[in-house]
């Protein structure tokens, strides 16, 4: 099921960066009772699933179709944080993504 194409128009709300900024044409929705997790309740107790949608132009290599004809990337975050609105912790998020990059970014030998 294509959870993404059902969220109703008011349940996007504008994403943010990780300075509580506004970021242009970039949106944010919860989808956790749109899905099936229930087994995956049973391991994480309290899992939540956020998606976030921004305009993208150029499109990454592995965009899928419904991508490429709304010109829109789309991404899912899974948490377990019971508390927060749902544009922070998506920003939270993808502020630890960058941390994790560097961390295993393989080093330059000098």
């Given at each position: 099921?294509?959870?993404?194409?059902?969220?109703?128009?008011g349940a996007w709300t504008a994403?943010?960066?990780?300075?509580?900024?506004?970021?242009?044409?970039?949106?944010?929705?919860?989808?956790?009772?749109?899905?099936?997790?229930?087994?995956?309740?049973?391991?994480?107790?309290?899992?939540?699933?956020?998606?976030?949608?921004?305009?993208?132009?150029?499109?990454?290599?592995?965009?899928?179709?419904?991508?490429?004809?709304?010109?829109?990337?789309?991404?899912?975050?899974?948490?377990?944080?019971?508390?927060?609105?749902?544009?922070?912790?998506?920003?939270?998020?993808?502020?630890?993504?960058?941390?994790?990059?560097?961390?295993?970014?393989?080093?330059?030998?000098?």
């Open positions: 099921m294509n959870t993404i194409g059902v969220v109703p128009a994403g943010i960066d990780q300075n509580g900024d506004t970021v242009h044409d970039t949106f944010v929705a919860e989808r956790t009772g749109l899905l099936d997790l229930d087994g995956w309740h049973d391991m994480i107790s309290g899992l939540r699933v956020i998606v976030l949608t921004s305009r993208c132009t150029p499109l990454p290599q592995r965009a899928t179709e419904r991508e490429k004809q709304l010109r829109r990337r789309y991404q899912l975050i899974a948490t377990n944080t019971r508390h927060g609105q749902i544009a922070w912790l998506d920003a939270r998020h993808r502020s630890h993504i960058h941390v994790e990059n560097d961390v295993n970014r393989p080093r330059a030998s000098a």
